[in-house]
């Protein structure tokens, strides 16, 4: 079971390398202009769409509301695998830039792709912080929607109860633009591929429910801590039931 676990593994990093590379050259192109950039993040949905397919990992969502491609919100998931990244294109069909971590800037092609395309953050500095929360917000005037995950990266040391207390962030943004927050919970990609070592990725269902979104019109920032808690409500919720 295990080498046949590694055997797996090694065949969906192949893929996931192989396809990146295949598909690069079409995304380094979209980039160079800005007008250019949602065929960009359009290129990224599709390697989503062939890796999954590929390696025989099945999508499934459960939506309980289908954001329009091209609308506005902050879209926001629970974190527990690094596979929720992957995952997120394919699950959510909207125009949208992650703000994730600074350190991925480091990685070959990659890095370039997700500097041009998406926001940068180092949790460690505040600057940053501020800075990143800065771009979201005219991020989403621009009409451009933003997924974050508040819990702040992989943090939880309890399966599958989201990691307390959550990053403000997404929440102050949401209210600060009166665009729509929408719950995403993401029941089984920790299972697929847990944070552990050593690294290992079990083929199976991604599945997903995407919930309805809760208003932000009329809010103020002092709602932030309500808005935080109906979040981890929904989230929480569905993860209970489907683990």
Not at 25 to 44: D, G, I, R, S
Not at 212 to 224: C, M
Not at 231 to 240: C, I, K, L, R
């Amino acid at each position: 079971m295990r080498i046949l676990l590694l055997l797996y593994t090694a065949w969906c990093a192949f893929w996931f390398v192989t396809l990146f590379l295949l598909l690069f050259p079409f995304t380094w192109l979209f980039l160079q202009k800005e007008e250019w950039k949602p065929y960009a993040h359009y290129v990224n949905r599709l390697w989503g769409k062939f890796f999954f397919a590929i390696v025989g990992i099945r999508i499934k969502v459960e939506n309980r509301f289908k954001p329009e491609p091209r609308g506005t919100y902050v879209l926001c998931a629970n974190h527990f695998s690094y596979l929720d990244i992957a995952s997120m294109g394919v699950i959510v069909n909207n125009y949208y830039v992650f703000v994730g971590k600074h350190g991925v800037k480091k990685v070959p092609l990659f890095g370039y792709m997700f500097a041009k395309l998406h926001i940068q953050v180092d949790r460690e500095k505040g600057h940053s912080r501020a800075y990143s929360l800065n771009k979201s917000i005219k991020t989403l005037a621009s009409g451009r929607s933003v997924m974050i995950f508040p819990e702040g990266g992989i943090a939880t040391k309890n399966l599958p109860h989201l990691h307390l207390p959550l990053q403000k962030g997404a929440f102050i943004m949401a209210i600060q633009q009166q665009v729509p927050l929408v719950p995403i919970s993401l029941l089984t990609n920790h299972h697929l591929l847990p944070d552990e070592s050593p690294f290992r990725i079990r083929p199976g269902v991604v599945q997903a429910v995407v919930h309805e979104p809760i208003a932000t019109t009329g809010l103020t920032q002092d709602d932030v801590p309500a808005l935080m808690q109906r979040w981890a409500e929904v989230v929480q919720g569905a993860m209970q039931k489907g683990n």
